[in-house]
């Protein structure tokens, strides 16, 4: 299981957006999962607290990573 990199989004001087891999999943995208703060750096997930907008691609991520966590639990 490798972990999600969060995917922010940028807009550069000439008005061009540009999409980059970010430091980390914002604390928004981790409330949308449902995920605290100490869960997800348990987990090795970087969180990036100064970002505050929430991608639905970063919280989608984020749920998958839960339900991979979820099914290998179960499978133990």
Same mark, same amino acid.
Request: proline share 3%; aromatic share 2%.
């Given at each position: 299981?490798?972990?999600?990199?969060?995917?922010?989004?940028?807009?550069?001087?000439?008005?061009? +957006? +540009?999409?980059?891999?970010?430091?980390?999943?914002?604390?928004?995208?981790?409330?949308?999962?449902?995920?605290?703060? #100490? #869960?997800?750096?348990?987990?090795?997930?970087?969180?990036?607290?100064?970002?505050?907008?929430?991608?639905?691609?970063?919280?989608?991520?984020?749920?998958?990573?839960?339900?991979?966590?979820?099914?290998?639990?179960?499978?133990?």
């Amino acid at each position: 299981m490798s972990l999600p990199i969060p995917v922010v989004r940028r807009k550069l001087r000439n008005g061009r +957006i +540009i999409e980059r891999s970010g430091r980390g999943f914002s604390v928004n995208e981790l409330r949308e999962a449902g995920i605290t703060i #100490q #869960q997800a750096r348990k987990l090795g997930v970087y969180v990036d607290e100064r970002r505050k907008s929430c991608r639905r691609e970063n919280v989608e991520a984020l749920k998958m990573l839960l339900r991979a966590v979820s099914e290998a639990g179960e499978a133990r």
